[in-house]
């Protein structure tokens, strides 16, 4: 009796600590939903407010709506800017307040900002010419663009180092002096693809490695890509309208000058980060006699010149007869109104997915394992970058428009004013604006190009301006974000948006302002 009483006392409290965990569950599982309706009420409610807004714009007697009948403004309006600087702000302020949710609703938000733009272009310019140009920047720009990034990224994660190599201050010196240089003939992309994992190595025993980052963006993803055609998408595009492929070489005092100073101010840096490490026990594993450094999946090498020959052709086949037609137009697939997919641009993509594709099927699986390869970095650029070159399309007409009566007509002026505008905007059509303003300010001593001619000093400010200030912030040139989601995959603390922009202010404005003084002025 006394032996079923305390049974029955037992199980009662098993049924109880069973009933208040069921209960603490429910109640966290009622939690996590109201949490969830309201994270989407608040969705909602920022739509019907950015909508309500649009609204009132659209209805907006505004000087810039001043076209006759039906006929579309003269002028952008500025307001169709909104989406554009709406979604960087989510870029920069999202990761820092809603972290995790901001990482499970990317594809959600920046289709949010797409439509926001989409809409109000459709009532200013109409759906055709809203479609033109939502599909002409899909095609011509993002396309290749995405295309090229996956193509390295795929080969780049082919190519693994294996050594003793420990990353101090002097070793990383050399890292980033050799990925600058190397960048002009592979490109900053695929520069930056194949020296992040390497670097990111041969640092991973530190604590203090996200200035390392930092600078590898501000030389390798960027200002590397100064002195050939291959290095960077501007200088590709003024080759393209007729300046000579190896003038870009004249620029190569300006990187030794600003790479000596960058160089510089990074050892001081490094150096005490790494005292700090070591200080607090952090030693690298340096117990091996002698110096061992092998490379695995060097035969990818060979698909990086596929993919590095591809860019090249993009940029000279556009030229030739066979791919011209009678009028002068380069040939290709005709998708919708004046939008075309050039034939040139096709042979590249067909050229960067195959060197991608074979890259994959040549080598063994455990290289990839050993890089801690995933498919995050590039689904996460992937995502946001659709969203950034659609709604920075009004931006971009704006400049287009305005460009030419600013009043830019000094090297100096050229510099910042490229600079500045590549920071945010896409540098490639940034340059060809400011390249076009110069050839039509009839100079008669410089370089002839198609545009017109244009004195030496001011190609050069402009293509400096173009490819250096790409670094001040994570969206300015392609790399730029890539290298940071590889380093936040590798467990490296990276700035926010604004923190990586007070990096580039505090260190790259003072050298960029010094650039001027001794070069451009």
């Not at 490296?492 to 003072?510: K, Q």
Request: proline residues 5%; aromatic residues 12%.
């Amino acid at each position: 009796m006394l032996y079923d009483i305390i049974a029955s006392v037992k199980n009662k409290r098993i049924l109880n600590r069973k009933k208040h965990v069921y209960e603490k569950n429910l109640l966290n599982d009622n939690r996590a939903v109201r949490k969830y309706n309201m994270e989407v009420a608040v969705l909602k409610k920022l739509v019907t407010v950015l909508g309500a807004f649009f609204a009132v714009l659209l209805a907006c007697p505004l000087s810039v709506f001043a076209a006759e009948g039906s006929k579309a403004p003269s002028t952008v309006p500025v307001w169709l800017c909104i989406p554009f600087a709406g979604l960087l702000l989510c870029i920069a302020v999202m990761p820092l307040v809603k972290a995790e949710w901001w990482e499970s609703h990317q594809p959600l938000v920046v289709a949010l900002w797409i439509i926001l733009m989409v809409v109000p272009f459709a009532f200013v310019y109409g759906a055709g010419k809203t479609a033109e140009t939502v599909l002409d920047c899909i095609v011509n720009d993002y396309l290749t663009f995405i295309i090229l990034l996956f193509g390295l990224f795929c080969v780049s994660g082919n190519i693994t180092m294996e050594g003793d190599f420990a990353g101090s201050p002097r070793v990383n010196v050399g890292l980033l002096a050799l990925g600058t240089l190397l960048a002009s003939c592979i490109g900053t992309t695929g520069a930056s693809m194949l020296m992040v994992r390497p670097v990111i190595k041969m640092n991973s025993w530190r604590k203090r490695k996200g200035h390392i980052m930092i600078f590898f963006i501000f030389m390798i993803s960027n200002m590397g890509g100064c002195l050939t055609p291959i290095g960077d998408p501007p200088l590709l595009m003024g080759f393209m309208r007729g300046v000579p492929f190896f003038w870009s070489l004249h620029l190569f005092p300006v990187l030794i000058f600003n790479m000596v100073i960058l160089l510089f101010v990074f050892y001081q840096i490094d150096k005490r980060s790494y005292r700090k490490d070591i200080a607090n026990g952090r030693k690298p594993d340096i117990r091996k006699p002698g110096t061992q450094f092998r490379l695995d999946g060097l035969h990818n090498i060979i698909f990086l010149v596929m993919i590095v020959g591809a860019v090249i052709l993009s940029g000279v086949l556009p030229g030739m007869s066979a791919f011209q037609d009678a009028a002068g137009n380069v040939r290709g697939i005709h998708l919708f109104g004046e939008v075309t997919l050039t034939f040139p641009a096709l042979i590249e993509i067909v050229i960067i997915l195959l060197a991608a594709f074979l890259s994959f099927k040549t080598t063994d699986k455990q290289i990839r394992i050993r890089n801690h390869f995933t498919w995050g970095a590039i689904q996460e650029v992937a995502v946001l970058f659709i969203g950034i070159f659609i709604t920075m399309q009004p931006a971009l007409m704006l400049l287009k428009a305005v460009g030419p009566n600013l009043g830019v007509t000094e090297p100096a002026e050229m510099f910042w004013a490229t600079g500045a505008l590549s920071s945010f905007l896409d540098n490639t059509p940034t340059y060809l604006v400011f390249l076009t303003t110069a050839g039509t300010l009839a100079f008669t001593n410089g370089i002839t190009t198609t545009l017109g001619t244009v004195p030496t000093k001011i190609l050069s400010a402009i293509s400096c301006g173009a490819v250096f200030m790409g670094a001040n912030t994570y969206i300015g040139n392609a790399p730029n974000f890539m290298v940071k989601s590889i380093s936040d995959e590798n467990g490296i603390r990276m700035p926010s948006f604004f923190g990586y922009m007070g990096w580039s202010l505090c260190i790259l404005v003072p050298v960029f302002f010094i650039d001027m003084l001794v070069f451009f002025l």
